[in-house]
């Protein structure tokens, strides 16, 4: 009976220890590989050094944690996906996407902060925004707002940038699909950008260039 008792003991132990395994892994998501940059009438000279400084982001949002808000419900209350999340950061991924796409692009020379001599521009971002919004139960969209700088030879200048794209479906997959888009998005106004306003500092010899604020929403 004892022997019995002692089987059955080992037995239930070995299912727990299985059914504990079969919790699913969590998704690890990224940008994917660089989608051919917007073609832009902008250019900036060939002698241009840009600096881009790491994006910074608050601290709740500098982890890999991936967010989404549901606006219907409870909007004050931004909540991780259990099964879901980034390879890193959303500030170290859109900072490795600034420089891949500006280094992909007409706009001149990147540096890495770390690079030797003297710089033309420094660009340096804040993450203010980025998250997977549900304004409805089946209907979401990827919303990023970053806050720009760009400091340079003769300029100083500000801008937000509030970007918007549809989720193609309700769940992370669907929020990474936006997400990425808005990424993307963000690079190419952010070059467009840099080169107008190394262009206005050329022609104007402007000592300083205001605040300004950009939106750019997709609703298709």
Known sequence: MRRLAIVIVLAACSGCSLMGSKEPAKTDFDFGSLATARASNASMAPEATIVVYDVTAPAWMDQSSMYYRLAYRNPANPMPYAQSQWVMSPALLLTQRLRSTLTASS?????????????????????????????????????????????????????????????PTADAAGGVVALTQCSDELATLIIEWVAANQAGTREAGLTAIPVERARAVSTR
């Open 107 to 167: 706009v001149g020379e990147v540096r890495r902060v770390s690079a030797e001599g003297p710089a033309l521009y420094a660009l340096r971002g804040e993450l203010m925004e980025f998250e997977q919004i549900f304004d409805q139960p089946g209907r979401s969209r990827g919303v990023l707002r970053l806050r720009a700088t760009l400091e340079g030879e003769r300029v100083w200048t500000q801008r937000t940038f509030v970007i918007e794209k549809p989720a």
